[in-house]
């Protein structure tokens, strides 16, 4: 991600995780990926993600958003990743974090 998006100036955290139980916590990384056999754009059965977004832990601790029937293939996931991060540069007010701009961002946007 600091590649692709190198004016990236806070953490995002970015938990993955095929798990069914959430061993790894996808619900508290600003960006939650549980993997799982998805559609893709044929119909056909292929490698994806359960997208969550805006968890977090400390103070401000939250489970992430979770977007009905949005999930994102192995193919699409970095364009995804990194659309959604220069979408987030672009809307954020000054200091807001990840989280905070998930929470207020339309869903149509963090799709």
Request: charged residues 25%; neutral net charge; hydrophobic residues 35%.
């Amino acid at each position: 991600l600091e590649s692709a998006v190198p004016e990236l100036d806070v953490p995002i955290t970015i938990n993955v995780n095929g798990c069914p139980n959430s061993c790894a916590r996808i619900q508290t990384g600003d960006i939650g990926l549980k993997g799982m056999l998805v559609m893709d754009e044929k119909g056909e059965q292929v490698g994806g993600f359960q997208v969550h977004l805006g968890g977090a832990l400390g103070l401000d601790a939250t489970f992430g958003r979770k977007l009905r029937a949005h999930k994102v293939t192995e193919s699409g996931l970095n364009s995804y990743v990194e659309k959604l991060t220069h979408t987030f540069l672009k809307e954020r007010k000054d200091g807001e974090s990840f989280a905070r701009w998930v929470a207020r961002a339309d869903e149509t946007v963090l799709r």
